[in-house]
């Protein structure tokens, strides 16, 4: 049977209003933004109210638990832990921000050139991610960052970026891959689109929940490889990030001295990003994929 | 190291399931193509060969390109370690000898460093083929290969069996947490937020919080190292006990954080396959509830656990750096990091290549085993 | 309703099944009652959304939440089947009551044998069917539906479209079922391979002698292989009656439009479509819920709901252009 009938009107709603809408439906999102927002916070109101000169070294008594002059206690070489948080929190999240845009912007491009012009390309772009799939990146990272040696937080980020695009581009190869076939992208074609604007207009807005997802992913991944180096005490030294805080605490064997405020510290902190990270791309993920609302 | 968990680790599941859906057993494998009709199974036998030998090239192909980048890359790197070496040895108040350029041409030649750089490649090469692999520069003169057969089997020991642990108790948490009958899976669903939030602390950072706890605050554990200190393992009950009693933390943070994240991708893995046509089919069909659950939903969310089980075993030799740190395991993270920081450079090439080898090895075993399990990839490959 | 001999095999009565959904709940069947006889095949039609598939599956007690089955009996040779415990419901499933699915494509296990899938069936349930026999069951089953018994060693991707349908025929019809539930089971397959696997259908049925409950969207399609249709629209069921008699003499105005919708070659005439769309279940008319779309709408139409009364002998309507006309239900 045929249907004739006036396609219903969608009301449009303004950008805030639909985020808004968004967020209530999405527990794990509201949850995951609210923890980011408070680190957030935490440190814009450390930067306007805590006095940061006490993270330089012998600035405060040395190994004192917390107490009300300084809340988070003190490290065996005398700087204030809440101080060494409030400048370290930033620089770690800069760290993973920057290798996230790096990541997911190399991954998208390639991905995208990849599902999209296949044959040679694919295969290349895939050897490429093989190969660097293979070899353990901490190595290429250790001797990259060697070559910047001093205060080079923003190179470790962009070095780790460039060496994690891989999962990215396959996803987005994938992704491509599926929507070229739909429908919608042959009537594109047949209607003599070119590829430029099959890609950016037909094809981006069903990628973007799902590239925000991925972006996420990214900036934890990044965040976790640059803690993992400085607690393995390489990277750039004494950049004073939550890594060189842990890498501090266990070569002054604060765990075994007993001095908890001191490894703890950082460690809640790392653990509050993370979780706050990993909630707010499993909400993304759950936008970006209907099927997976049903069960939560 | 973070290289394994930053895989897993925080990865939304429909990401993973995108990765797994068109790369699942094709690290090097072509575009999946669905064949379309007719039964063409009679060929899948000559085919096998083929398929085979294809594995296997990729498999030298990329040791090779292992091997190279692998004996570039220190080289490339700024700083002489010879220099930085005999510098370590004097500040640590040790005779190094006439410290005239004289000694240290004597250790460049004897690590073959003065020679050009081609020479340098040919050689590696003709050493890698002999296994030998020269002395470390950290335990000089003992052998590099001794020194990582010493450190090897702590690490597989430890991460193997860390993993397989891992991988069983995340996988049927997962599995559950779905299809659970329903009063099971109201206790269940408790465990989400518990398993989400230990997933998302990394693995290292759990270590430090259980030393803290169980080895400090309550010391039912050593603190750190694989065996009672300045004593070698013996085969008795005690040692084993021992043994385990040292193996016990390091595993459980790698156990807690891994099964977590092998959990939530099963979980998501499950809720897809669980709308599938084949499942609400065989509930239709009226059959057992185990037999849908096994042989139906848990047998085809498994599949892209496997992939990713073969790549955790793969990246156990280099995934195991931060834990042994941590926890002064002697095992090859433990060497490794001692070697990237003294940059011994010797000891740093046979750990690079073993874990290239390892990892390429369980990629090509997964190439090989996966069709088995997965009957549509048999066809894919031509 | 009458056809056949003896009881119906079949009873709906007043099904209802809701969906929760976070803007409130909706009916997808409501107050659905209709009766199978042995060996008749039943057509349910409706457009999509219509509660066809909802009916179809809560028959089998496969609801999946957010849905439940809120009210109503399905009588299964006077047993009720929304009664029983989930393991003698489980028994029932294939053995009396089976399934045969919309997913051509999709339907068998991806990693298992098609021989395998099918011994599933006869391995669950009470059968005197000893294990040694199974694989001579499984060739005898593919041989009914016109497969090579070599099928059995294959798996679902190797298999096109008609022959995997087959095979879901095949698990169907292999316990002898006294209903078998078909989803549109031709709707991915070509014109061809649809009329084939119909007839296999028809053929199998008329073997066991079960009533066949057949949903889909295609009134034509259904003319030719129902003997009797049910039309559903909004989750309601708004007419029954036998095919010819419903083509020659449709009641309801929305079978009306349906029947005027299709295709013919015998009349000549523009094909006309059902003006407007199919209500939102959330957002039903006030009344019978086709007076929107209606030509026509009385007054009392936007006020009082129909209720399905039968019209004359084996014709069922809900429609108020009817009202006072029938004959006692």
């Not at chain 2, 859906?21 to 094709?26: D, K, P, R, T, V």
């Not at chain 2, 803290?212 to 084993?240: D, H, N």
């Not at chain 3, 279940?281 to 209606?294: H, I, Q, T, Y």
């Amino acid at each position: 049977m045929t249907l004739q009938g006036s396609s219903s009107e969608i009301p449009e709603l303004s950008l805030t209003r639909r985020f808004f809408r968004l967020l209530s439906g999405n527990f794990l999102l509201l949850l995951g933004l609210l923890m980011l927002a408070g680190v957030v916070s935490f440190t814009v109101l450390g930067y306007l109210f805590v006095d940061l000169e006490l993270a330089r070294l012998n600035s405060a008594p040395i190994s004192q638990p917390p107490s009300l002059e300084h809340w988070f206690g003190t490290d065996a070489v005398g700087r204030s832990i809440l101080a060494l948080l409030v400048i370290g929190t930033p620089k770690t999240l800069f760290i993973g921000l920057l290798a996230g845009i790096c990541g997911i912007t190399i991954g998208t491009c390639l991905g995208f050139f990849a599902g999209y012009v296949r044959g040679w390309a694919d295969t290349f772009i895939r050897i490429i991610s093989d190969v660097l799939f293979v070899i353990p990146i901490l190595f290429l990272l250790v001797f990259i960052i060697e070559y910047f040696p001093v205060g080079a937080v923003w190179i470790m980020g962009i070095v780790i970026g460039v060496l994690s695009w891989m999962g990215t581009a396959r996803t987005v190869r994938a992704q491509v891959l599926t929507l070229r076939e739909r429908a919608f992208i042959n009537m594109a074609r047949a209607s003599g689109a070119g590829t430029w604007r099959i890609i950016f207009v037909e094809l981006m807005p069903n990628l973007t929940s799902y590239l925000a997802a991925s972006f996420v992913q990214a900036v934890s991944g990044g965040i976790l490889f640059s803690i993992g180096l400085e607690v393995l005490g390489l990277g750039p030294a004494n950049s004073q990030t939550l890594g060189w805080s842990i890498w501090w605490a266990n070569d002054y064997g604060a765990v075994l001295r007993g001095f908890w405020w001191w490894w703890g510290s950082p460690v809640v902190m790392i653990v509050i990003i993370f979780l706050g990270l990993f909630l707010t791309s499993l909400g993304l993920d759950r936008v970006a994929n209907p099927r997976l609302r049903g069960s939560s | 190291m973070p290289y394994r968990i930053a895989f897993s680790h925080t990865a939304p599941p429909s990401v993973l399931a995108g990765i797994i859906a068109y790369n699942s057993a094709h690290c090097f494998a072509g575009t999946a193509t669905q064949s379309g009709k007719g039964a063409r199974a009679e060929r899948t036998a000559d085919m096998s060969i083929t398929y085979l030998l294809k594995r296997v090239g990729l498999f030298v192909l990329v040791v090779w390109l292992g091997v190279t980048i692998n004996f570039f890359l220190p080289r490339l790197a700024p700083g002489d370690p010879i220099q930085e070496y005999l510098g370590q040895l004097a500040q640590a108040g040790m005779f190094v000898g006439d410290p005239s350029a004289g000694f240290v041409e004597e250790y460049r030649a004897k690590f073959g460093l003065d020679k050009p750089l081609w020479e340098q490649y040919i050689n590696y090469w003709i050493d890698v083929s002999q296994f030998n692999f020269g002395l470390s520069v950290v335990d000089y003169p003992v052998e590099v290969t001794r020194v990582i057969s010493a450190a090897l089997p702590w690490t597989l020991g430890l991460l193997s069996i860390a993993t397989m642990i891992g991988f069983f108790l995340g996988t049927l948490l997962g599995a559950l947490m779905v299809a659970a009958p329903g009063k099971w899976k109201r206790l269940l669903d408790w465990s989400v937020p518990i398993v989400m939030i230990v997933h998302s602390i990394p693995y290292f950072l759990l270590g430090i919080m259980l030393i803290a706890l169980f080895a400090v605050t309550w010391a039912f554990f050593p603190v750190g190292s694989g065996y009672t200190l300045g004593e070698s393992p013996e085969f008795s009950i005690k040692g084993l006990f021992t043994l385990a009693k040292h193996a016990f933390l390091p595993a459980l943070s790698l156990v807690a954080v891994a099964a977590g994240g092998w959990a939530i991708v099963m979980r998501s893995m499950m809720v897809i396959v669980q709308g599938e046509d084949y499942v609400q089919m065989s509930r239709a069909m009226g059959l057992k509830s185990w037999r849908v659950f096994y042989s139906y939903q848990v047998r085809n969310a498994l599949l892209p656990q496997i992939t990713f089980l073969a790549l955790s075993l793969g990246f156990i030799v280099s995934g195991s750096a931060l834990v042994e740190v941590v926890f002064s395991y002697p095992g090859i993270g433990y060497t490794l990091v001692n070697a990237i920081t003294v940059k011994d450079l010797p000891l740093l090439q046979l750990i690079l290549l073993v874990v290239i080898v390892v990892v390429t090895l369980f990629l090509v075993l997964l190439d090989i085993v996966y069709p088995i399990l997965d009957p549509r990839i048999r066809h894919e490959t031509e | 309703m009458t056809t056949g001999n003896g009881a119906p095999v079949l009873q709906v009565k007043n099904l209802t099944v809701e969906y929760e959904t976070p803007r409130g709940k909706l009916r997808a069947a409501d107050n659905v009652s209709f009766e199978l006889w042995p060996g008749q095949r039943f057509g349910l039609v409706g457009e999509s959304g219509s509660g066809k598939t909802t009916t179809a599956l809560a028959l089998m007690r496969l609801t999946q939440l957010p849905g439940r089955i809120v009210d109503g009996e399905v009588l299964l040779e006077g047993v009720d089947l929304l009664g029983l415990s989930e393991n003698r419901m489980r028994e029932m499933r294939l053995a009396q009551i089976s399934y045969v699915p919309q997913g051509a494509m999709n339907s068998l296990n991806p990693v298992m044998k098609i021989g395998n899938q099918i011994a599933n069936g006869f391995k669950d349930h009470n059968t005197n069917i000893g294990r040694s026999d199974i694989s001579d069951r499984i060739v005898e089953v593919l041989q009914s539906v016109g497969l090579d018994p070599a099928v059995s060693g294959m798996y679902p991707h190797e298999l096109s479209g008609g022959m995997k349908q087959r095979v879901a025929i095949a698990i169907a019809v292999s316990l002898g079922p006294k209903v078998i539930i078909a989803d549109e089971p031709t709707s991915a397959l070509d014109v061809v391979v649809q009329r084939e696997v119909m007839l296999t259908l028809r053929r199998l049925q008329e073997e066991i002698d079960a009533a066949v409950l057949i949903v889909g969207h295609d009134m034509g399609l259904m003319a030719q292989f129902a003997s009797h249709i049910g039309v559903m629209y909004a989750g309601r069921l708004v007419e029954i009656g036998q095919v010819i008699d419903m083509f020659d003499d449709p009641l309801h105005p929305y079978t009306r439009a349906l029947i005027a919708s299709l295709p013919s070659t015998s009349r000549r005439h523009r094909l006309s479509g059902i003006p407007g769309l199919p209500p939102a279940l959330l957002e039903l008319p006030a009344g019978c819920s086709f007076n929107p779309r209606c030509e026509s709408v009385m007054d009392i139409c936007r006020s009082t709901d129909p209720d399905l009364d039968q019209i004359r002998e084996g014709r069922f309507a809900s429609c108020h252009l009817y009202t006072g006309a029938e004959v006692g239900a």
